[in-house]
């Protein structure tokens, strides 16, 4: 495949284990950049989450990947936009789903739900990756910061509650947690949200 990153096309072998080691060279290449990975693009198809894992998947069929890279501003305004594009979504579908719940779940159902987690991983995920690296104080009011990140670990506890419940097969306490646990964190999540799109610290 060919792969196109920092302004070259390199091209990397159709296997999971050099598409791994491409990954681990191109982190240590970024480092001295102040570069980060913000998605990739996979012939023509963007890919947001878990791109490696992606790449590993389908790795016999992918013929070009583009590596699309941020400064650190940009992957913070890129990523809280994009939760903020989840919250809004998740908050609209989790009444019916929750309502499904306490009924008898269809397959539709299952799937929309193992969305629904992927996305608050994902809220989870990155939100620790900006905290762990310090990178929130520098770019970010850290008022608005602060209840942002009282909120995933909310969601955190939430996610951790569903997987009981998943291990139980208790559907109703599935649609308790997501009616009366979930939704108005992700409500609250939505305001916080929008006062870090509107409130950023410039450098």
């Known amino acids: 495949m060919k ?53 590993k998947e389908n790795i016999d069929g992918i013929n070009e990947v583009e590596i699309v890279l941020y400064n650190l501003q940009q992957y913070i305004s890129e990523t809280l936009a994009s939760a ?3 919250t809004e979504k998740a908050v609209n579908e989790l009444g019916n789903m929750a309502k499904e719940f306490y009924q008898i779940p269809s397959r539709e ?5 193992s969305d629904l987690l992927e996305g608050m991983q994902w809220i989870i995920e990155t939100f620790v990756i900006i905290e762990k690296n310090g990178w929130a104080g520098e770019v970010l009011d850290y008022q608005a910061w602060n209840e942002y990140a009282r909120l995933v670990l909310h969601i955190q506890e939430h996610v951790k509650d569903l ?41």
């Not at 159902?109 to 739900?113: G, L, Y």
């Not at 208790?170 to 649609?175: E, F, H, N, V």
């Not at 997501?178 to 939505?190: A, E, V």
């Open 3 to 55: 792969i196109s990153v920092l302004d070259r096309i390199d091209t990397c072998p159709n296997s999971i284990r050099d598409i791994e080691l491409y990954f681990e060279k191109l982190a240590q290449e970024l480092e001295a950049t102040q570069l980060l990975i913000g998605h990739v693009i996979v012939d023509g198809q963007p890919v947001y989450e878990e791109f490696v894992e992606y790449l």
């Open 84 to 86: 903020a594009q989840y």
């Open 109 to 113: 159902t299952w799937n929309n739900f």
């Open 163 to 203: 997987n009981q419940a998943l291990q139980s097969a208790d559907t109703t306490l599935i649609g308790d947690i997501l009616s009366y646990d979930i939704k108005p964190d992700l409500q609250n999540m939505q305001e916080a949200l929008e006062k870090l799109l509107t409130s950023k610290v410039d450098n």
